[in-house]
């Protein structure tokens, strides 16, 4: 369950970097798509958290969101060129 947590993390704070970089870029179709994305690892994440009990949790928990969001910062900058690309 401690894996599946650092995922859950991971992908729910990496969701929320890369969507915020949507939303500043009114990228809408994007923001509405990663935003689904966002509830099903919110969903996971608050799913284990209450069934669970360990302080391994808040380890795992915080080593996927710092993950997280600097690869949502990197993912994006790789993103960023082949986005402008395909718009022109």
């Known amino acids: 369950m401690i894996a599946i947590l650092f995922v859950a ?5 990496f969701l929320l970097g890369l969507n915020s970089q949507f939303v500043r870029d009114q990228r ?4 509405f798509i990663v935003s689904w994305f966002i509830s099903i690892s919110q969903y ?5 958290v209450a069934s669970e009990n360990s302080d391994w949790l ?6 996927g969101g710092s993950l997280g969001i600097v690869s949502s910062i990197y993912f994006y900058r790789w993103l960023l060129p082949k986005i402008k690309k395909d718009n022109k």
Do not use: D, G, N, R
Not at 58 to 63: D, G
């Open 9 to 13: 993390s991971f992908a729910q704070v």
């Open 28 to 31: 809408v179709m994007m923001v």
């Open 44 to 48: 996971t994440y608050t799913k284990i």
């Open 58 to 63: 808040f380890i795992a928990s915080a080593m």
